[in-house]
């Protein structure tokens, strides 16, 4: 659903934005959406709503920090290196989508609040790596930008 809702409108919305800044508020509200599950797991509180507006808010974050993510990378590497740089982030990307699901359901085996633990740990150490990064991320814009909503449309269009 949040890429349903929200994938054109994070691209025009991230071209007004400084894209560290959303970066790292992804990775934070990451870290509180999936540490809210094995919390709530170790009280006896988990509920189901919980894990629907658990991955909704995750989702969500996804949604922003993967359109970030991908926007700066020619902010981050010289012309020369984009290519094997925009591979390496799709190797990376395809390979956690390979290991994740038998990792997550192997420390499930171990504790069911492991894998939630584990993930919200790795958004906290992609918090650190991203607040490491020094270059400027923000749009640099010869014009002010046009309506948002027009933005959004030309998106879609």
Not at 33 to 40: E, F, K, Y
Not at 43 to 49: A, D, E, I, M, S
Not at 94 to 121: E, I, K, N, Q, S
Not at 140 to 145: G, I, K, M
């Amino acid at each position: 659903m949040p890429y349903l809702l929200f994938y054109v409108p994070a691209g025009a919305l991230l071209d007004r934005l400084d894209r560290k800044r959303v970066m790292l508020w992804c990775e934070g509200v990451w870290v509180l959406a999936l540490g809210s599950v094995p919390v709530a797991l170790w009280l006896g509180r988990l509920t189901y709503v919980q894990l629907l507006v658990a991955g909704f808010v995750g989702g969500t974050c996804y949604v922003f920090f993967s359109v970030a993510e991908k926007s700066v990378l020619p902010a981050l590497v010289r012309p020369e290196q984009l290519t094997p740089a925009l591979a390496q982030q799709e190797a990376k990307s395809r390979g956690a989508g390979l290991v994740g699901p038998p990792l997550g359901g192997l420390l499930y085996g171990v504790a069911h609040a492991l894998p939630f633990v584990a993930d919200a740990l790795s958004y906290v150490v992609s918090f650190l790596t991203v607040s490491a990064i020094r270059a400027d991320l923000r749009v640099r814009r010869t014009e002010p930008p046009g309506p948002l909503w027009r933005e959004v449309a030309a998106g879609v269009g």
